[in-house]
């Protein structure tokens, strides 16, 4: 049995965008800044991919930037708001705890180079309130940044809301929507978004290929200098290949997503009553509004690294929080941004469905969990001290 359920770390690539970049590499060599013929068709290709990517979430082509992925969108997106803001004397970010590392760990960059950051708690569902977005704001504010969907729990921020705040106190809006492209409705337009981070490997395209769209009119520094590539805002010559991968794998995931969202809804919310059918368990974030296919719970009185490698003999890929905190002892920080306990975050599951689940796999899931942390319970001591009434049960 061979059950992947971990489409929140990356997404196995489409048959469509394997086809794109394999025909780009052999046909498409040319050097897109070259003169000549050949660099004017690569040219032509990467306009082509922009043009399709933009429309997808309701940009103009000139509004979108390629990067290597959703990271250095992150970075470019904060570090150049923050700097542009600065030379107007505005020295203040406002975001949330629960983010991705990749803006956390700029925010701490930025906060030694003398920055202000406030970091908005996030209540017990997950999910931040726009009210309290918009009493954190201050004059000196100059960007505020927030998550469309929280990689860990899937709960989904009410990005328009806080978009429309801050359109109305003229401070630059970014969100890191690299769980959300490809899976939710997003549109830069509606939701009053001036930059926002995604990439192709968490939407069934390429790793190390990304985009920040960046609305017009909002200054961006470069994070990388060299060539004239992407207006002078990106030097490096374009990954094609990468870029065109991408957006054939935008394309087939815009084509087929309400279907597909529809589809995994049902599938997390079946897996979702299996599992909690597990005594002393809870679901992490809100039941209804988190991403298709995410599903996170604790478990009390067990480890989560112990319950991923058992559940790894079984043949299920699952996660115990973000890939990127693996491997180390901290809980993870958005489940500890939710409220829960240090004890019960450390018991932490993730599985998060996608493309090729069916519902024998989440049958197979929900089985193989119960087995799984039943056995773990039978010889943990912190699961013998509860049982006794040693230590409270906290789920
Ligand atoms: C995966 C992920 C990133 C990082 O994207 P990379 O392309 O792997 O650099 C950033 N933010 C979120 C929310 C993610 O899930």
Sequence with gaps: MSIYADHAATTAMSGAAIEAMTRCMKEEYGNPSSLYRMGQRAKETLERAREEIAGVIGAEPGEIYFTSG????????????????????KNHILSTAFEHHAVLHTLEALKAEGFEVTLLDVHSDGIVRPEEAEAAIRPETCLVTV????????????????G??????GVVFHTDAVQAVGHL?????RDRIDMLSASAHKFHGPKGVGFLYVRKG???????????QEKGKRAGTENLPGIVGMA???????????AEAARLTALRDRLIRGLAEIPHSALNGDAKRRLPGNVSFCFEGIEGESLLL???EKGISASSGSACTSGSLDPSHVLLAIGRVHDVAHGSLRLTLGRENTPEDVEAIISATKDVVGYLRSFSPVWRDLQSGKTPFIL
Excluded at 218 to 228: M, R, T, V
């Design 310 to 312: 058992l559940l790894d």
């Design 218 to 228: 909002i200054p961006l520094l470069p994070l990388i200098h060299g060539g004239a």
């Design 164 to 169: 429309e705040i801050c359109r109305k106190k």
């Design 185 to 189: 409705d997003v549109n830069v337009q």
């Design 248 to 258: 054939a794998a935008l394309k087939e995931a815009t084509a087929g997503r309400e």
């Design 70 to 89: 959703g990271s250095e969108a992150d970075n470019q997106a904060i570090r150049s708001a923050a700097l542009t803001g600065r030379k107007k004397g």
């Design 147 to 162: 998550m469309t969907a929280n990689n860990e729990i899937g709960t989904i921020q009410p990005i328009r809301e806080i």
